[in-house]
């Protein structure tokens, strides 16, 4: 299997919000956004506020509550919204956290610099 085919089929799992609809959801109680970017992206380019940094390398340790690198944002029973630079790995970040019975997933449509587009909100990334 090629990268292509396993993107095609985490857009056939995952379901995909719009930047403008992400927008809409920022600050509320019942959605985190887990940001999956490397740690020199955030501090090159902040992040949205409020958000989890979850590289995507390190992705099924933090969901493991039994892992000792487990976080436990990632344990509350919320919608994710799982972004990443442009939203491929953000994709497959999406199809792994279902995988892992992570129930409500969606990812940003054109990532972070999608949502940078359409205006969304940023912030310095406090690592």
């Known amino acids: 299997m090629q990268l292509r085919d396993k993107l095609k089929q985490a857009k056939e799992l995952v379901p995909s919000i719009a930047p403008l609809d992400a927008v809409s959801r920022l600050g509320r109680d019942d959605v985190v956004f887990v940001d999956v970017r490397d740690l020199h992206e955030l501090t090159k380019d902040g992040t ?18 039994k892992s000792p690198a487990h976080k ?41 610099t999608g949502w940078r587009k359409e205006g969304g909100p940023s912030t310095t990334a406090s690592v």
Not at 81 to 106: D, Y
């Open 72 to 112: 436990k944002p990632l344990s509350r029973e919320v919608t994710f919204i799982v972004f990443c630079a442009s939203g491929m790995r953000s994709l497959l970040a999406g199809q792994t956290m279902l995988e892992m019975g992570v129930k409500n997933v969606m990812s940003l449509e054109g990532g972070y």
């Open 48 to 65: 949205i506020p409020g958000s989890v940094h979850v590289s995507r390398g390190a992705l099924e340790f933090a969901i493991d509550p």
